[in-house]
């Protein structure tokens, strides 16, 4: 007599990686560590297609920042997965400066050059 048996496998267990940005005023792009790129233009929330396997690595980061802008990513940019993650992106306007400088010909007494900031 044969007894017969079943064998059962478990699906692996899948989690998400969603990106939240805040502060966008341009265009950015996101790529995950499977290749995928999300593009914002707005403040939103979006997901990316590919879902990884409970405990695999995964990697997010920024591929093309905003023209004037500085985004970062939070600190759960990398890691293992072991569940459903959302990753923010805090984007803010780059801080330019400017170096102002004065030339001056056929002076022949005391010039003095003061900016908006007081220095002279």
Do not use: E, H
């Amino acid at each position: 007599m044969v007894a017969a048996s079943t064998v059962t496998s478990a699906a692996a267990t899948t989690y998400t990686i969603s990106v939240a940005v805040s502060g966008l005023t341009g265009t950015l792009v996101v790529q995950g560590s499977k290749g995928d790129t999300l593009t914002f233009t707005t403040n939103n929330t979006q997901t990316f297609a590919q879902s990884f396997n409970s405990g695999a690595p995964y990697t997010v980061r920024v591929k093309t920042q905003p023209s004037g802008q500085t985004c970062t990513l939070s600190s759960n940019s990398t890691g293992n997965i072991t569940s459903n993650i959302t990753v923010t992106a805090t984007c803010t306007n780059t801080v330019v400066n400017y170096t102002i400088y004065v030339a001056v010909t056929g002076l022949t007494g005391t010039l003095v050059v003061q900016d908006s900031k007081g220095t002279s």
